[in-house]
Nanobody
Framework: QVQLAESGGGLVQPGGSLRLSCAASGSIFSLNAMGWYRQAPGAQRELVAEITSDGRTNYADFVKGRFTISRDNAKSTVYLQMNSLNAEDTAVYLC???????????????WGQGIQVTVSS
């Protein structure tokens, strides 16, 4: 199994920045795409950003130019640098990882438990 440890959330003022981290651990054969989703109260879960194993990225329109996703394969960790935060960014952010924990196993999606990001003055 693969476990995901998320960190970096919290309360920040409008215009501020936060950096989210998600470290994968456990029996990992390979890590494929990694990304971040978010879900605000009463809203649908939506993709924020994702990054493939070779570094290709994909961003939601509402974060382009403000957020940057990156990964450190040696640490099995994906990061989300969030700048110019506004109240609309307030949500629970969830780490998502496509991984294979054994050579003979198919790839599966793994989810973090979610961390709160609150943007408020």
């Amino acid at each position: 199994q693969v476990q995901l440890a998320e960190s970096g959330g919290g309360l920040v003022q409008p215009g501020g920045s936060l950096r989210l981290s998600c470290a994968a651990s456990g029996s990992i054969f390979s890590l494929n795409a990694m990304g971040w989703y978010r879900q605000a109260p009463g809203a649908q879960r939506e993709l924020v950003a994702e990054i493939t194993s070779d570094g290709r990225t994909n961003y939601a329109d509402f974060v382009k130019g403000r957020f940057t996703i990156s990964r450190d394969n040696a640490k099995s960790t994906v990061y989300l640098q969030m700048n110019s935060l506004n109240a609309e960014d307030t949500a629970v952010y969830l780490c998502n990882v496509n991984a294979k924990y054994a050579m003979w196993r198919a790839s599966n999606l793994f989810w973090g438990q979610g961390i709160q990001v609150t943007v408020s003055s």
